[in-house]
């Protein structure tokens, strides 16, 4: 049974490496694969996978990559591969990923030998770093 609030969410957010504090939420955002998804009280059953992007809980919001979210009975559970605070993120760090990224996508096309799996996994990285480096921008997070 749910332990969310009668008009609320009960939001649980696990990641491999931790699990964050359980919340009561009117709205969670999050993005799916195949677009982002709003959940609000008595949200039908669903399941949908993670994609890169910026997870909303209320007024909370994380860099999530990858992993799944479920709704049932307004127990919201996120599974995520990978999950951040703004002030969690080096820019430094996200910018150097960056700058590897478009080095490995400028050198596929200078005709050697690649596999579709190299550029997708290229292509995924540099999503990740821009998401990172958008999203600490905007959030007005310090270096």
Partial sequence: MSEST??????????????????????????????????????????????????KVDNQTFFVSGGYLEVLQNDVKILADII??????????????RGRALKRL????????VTPLDIVRAQQALK??????DFKLISGASH
Avoid: C, F
């Fill in 6 to 55: 009668t008009s609320g969410l009960k939001v649980d957010v696990l990641t491999p490496e931790r699990a964050l504090p359980s919340m009561n939420a009117s709205r969670v955002n999050a993005p799916g694969v195949y677009g982002y998804v709003e959940i609000l009280h008595n949200h039908a059953p669903y399941i949908t996978e993670l994609d890169v992007g910026v997870l």
């Fill in 84 to 97: 951040e605070k703004p002030e969690d993120i080096d820019s430094a760090r996200a910018e150097a990923a």
């Fill in 128 to 133: 990740r770093a821009q998401t990172r480096i």
């Fill in 106 to 113: 400028q050198d596929m096309s200078s005709g050697d030998e």
